[in-house]
């Protein structure tokens, strides 16, 4: 079984930071990639940025330049830094990770860590 924690999450005003964490455990083989979705309310789930195994990223218009996305290949984990936030970017964040076990490959979900940014 393969599970998904965040981390990290919370209460910020306009212009702050906040740094959210994922660690994934369980039997795992390898990680391809890995990346940070959020949803508002009343809005579809998005892609904030994401993360290949050889590091290379890929950001959503909204957030280029403000947010910065990290992986650690030997501890299973992937950060998202969040610098200069905005009201816009409430929603609750979701980690994903792409795991390939001794019997498969998959996507894996975390079960959501909420971020407020209050103007």
Known sequence: QVQLVESGGGLVQAGGSLRLSCVASGIISSINDMGWYRQAPGKQRELVAEVTRGSSTNYAESVKGRFTISRDNARNT???QMNSLKPEDT????CTAEVRTFTNTRAYWGQGTQVTVSS
């Open 91 to 94: 929603a609750v964040y979701y």
């Open 78 to 80: 992937v950060s998202l």
